[in-house]
């Protein structure tokens, strides 16, 4: 590749921060297809970690393999763990056994513990084997806690001082010490037992007298959390009460790691992500990534019990076949009524299991959340109602349909802001994932009321 090429490459790159160019990906690949190894570092080596991940996932598999093969030896851990899981072990299986060893070796202790607990049993004695002893039981401790909780979302590599001691002792013991964490943001002061008393900012230190004792510095908002905490709760009292680290301890209380915002972060767009996705009905590890096969499999039984909601709602019409043959154009309406609901009932879901999953919504206020949905329903109601009362008017000369429309609209809309608030709750408190559920659910009932609303009164007032 010439140095003019490069040139543009890269000018190419800087014009779109934060996401690869178009120009710059074409490039990497022409650098792969011509085995130019030089022109390939040149191009990777100015990318970060979790750049040159978007790359490997955004390109194909038979891309990927060629890439990694040439681009072996500059592969970083970094990029494992910025790595979607979908393709992370395929990627681990791609790599050198050296260059994997060296990869794994610069992680932290959390980082290795997030690549290994979603790989095979092969893979994960395959990456143990290159750690050093104290690192491996370190990491091994990690796993043994459970799944999803504090004890695995935790590094271990913790930096500790004695509640008796003064701000220079620190400072010493930090400069002394030949293996401190690369990112770190408190002291955690204990005790003689091991046990958590406070943290001390590195900027309340740095910023103190020598003699100052540091229990004079602990911030005063200081959490701890037990090893065995669900990481979602973790993540929660992170966000709530703004802490930047906090420590873990085990169940007599002494300290065995610390959380950072960073990983308690991570959580909250995972659980973000997650929502998102199961209230679409694609599951909750969908990937660009994924395979035909792995997709179809997650949507086919979200479509199955859509196509249950959908023959419930049609037996409802079946019940007024004598009605639609009657009157023609609720044939055409009807569409509207439902979708209508549809739509509303989707709106008071998504904020109702955002509320639940950011715990804002809670017994103190559901009742006044559920009062506001319904009067928007009802306001959203009649403004729509007056629309299509008019247009069953002007469309089919008939003031009586208009009239059936108007009222059957209020109707659902008012039905589709209750369903849509009182169903994530309900299923919150039988302790069943309303993000899960809800949307079946919250349609089915939109449908099957509309439905029965808007025929049942044309069946009264039009024949």
């Known amino acids: 590749m010439s140095s003019d090429t490069e040139t543009a490459v890269f000018e190419e790159a800087t014009e779109e921060p934060f996401e690869l160019s178009r120009k710059l990906v074409v490039g990497i690949l022409y650098a792969v297809d011509a085995k130019d190894r030089e022109t390939l570092t040149k191009l990777m080596e100015p990318l970060h970690a979790a750049d040159i991940a978007d790359l490997l996932e955004q390109i194909n598999a038979y ?26 072990e395929e990627v ?63 590094q271990r590599e913790v930096v500790m001082a004695p ?40 900027g309340r230190i740095m ?9 004079d510095l602990t911030e005063e908002t200081f959490e701890i959390f037990r090893a065995d905490m669900d990481e979602e709760d973790v993540a929660y009292a992170f966000n709530q009460y703004h802490l930047i680290s906090a420590p873990v301890v085990d169940d ?8 950072t915002i960073d990983d308690a972060m991570i959580v909250l767009d ?64 009807m569409p509207i009524v439902a979708s209508m609901g549809g739509n509303a009932g989707t709106q008071s879901l998504t904020v109702a299991v955002r509320a639940l999953a950011t715990r804002d919504l809670t017994g103190s206020n559901v009742w006044r959340v559920i009062r506001r949905e319904i009067l928007v329903g009802l306001v959203n109601g009649v403004i729509f109602a007056a629309v ?12 009586a349909l208009g009239g059936v429309i108007a009222v059957a609209m209020v109707i659902n809309l008012v039905v589709a802001g209750l369903a849509g608030t009182v169903i994530p709750i309900i299923l919150d408190r039988l302790n069943v994932d309303p993000a899960l559920a809800s949307g079946a659910f919250v349609t089915t009932v939109t449908d099957v009321v509309g439905f029965f609303a808007f025929l049942g009164l044309a069946a009264v007032v039009l024949l």
């Open 63 to 88: 891309d990927r393999r060629r890439l990694i093969q040439l681009y072996d030896r500059g592969f970083d851990g970094e990029i494992l763990s910025e790595l979607d899981e979908s393709i992370r």
């Open 92 to 154: 681990i299986a791609l790599l050198n056994p050296h260059v994997l060893a060296e990869a794994v070796r610069e992680l932290e202790s959390d980082d290795v513990v997030d690549l290994l607990e979603d790989l095979e049993e092969p893979q994960q004695e395959a990456i143990l084997d290159v750690l050093e002893d104290s690192d491996r039981v370190a990491v091994e401790q990690s796993l043994a806690y459970p799944e999803n909780s504090a004890g695995r979302l935790m």
């Open 163 to 202: 509640d008796h001691w003064t701000v220079g002792q620190v400072i010493d013991h930090m400069r002394a010490s030949e293996d401190l964490p690369e990112q770190f943001y408190h002291v955690v002061v204990v005790n003689p037992r091991l046990h958590p008393v406070g943290n001390v900012t590195l």
């Open 207 to 215: 910023a103190t007298r020598r003699d100052v004792p540091l229990m």
């Open 252 to 259: 007599e209380g002494r300290i065995v790691g610390v959380i």
């Open 270 to 333: 995972e659980e973000h992500e997650e929502d998102i996705l199961r209230l679409a009905g694609v599951g909750e590890e969908s990937s660009l990534s994924d395979k035909v096969i792995n997709t179809t499999r997650r949507r086919f039984p979200w479509l199955a019990v859509n196509l249950v909601t959908a023959v419930l709602a049609s037996l409802v019409i079946a019940q007024f076949e004598e009605t639609i043959a009657g009157f023609v154009a609720l044939a055409v309406l």
């Open 388 to 399: 299509m009362a008019v247009v069953g008017m002007v469309w089919f000369g008939s003031p």
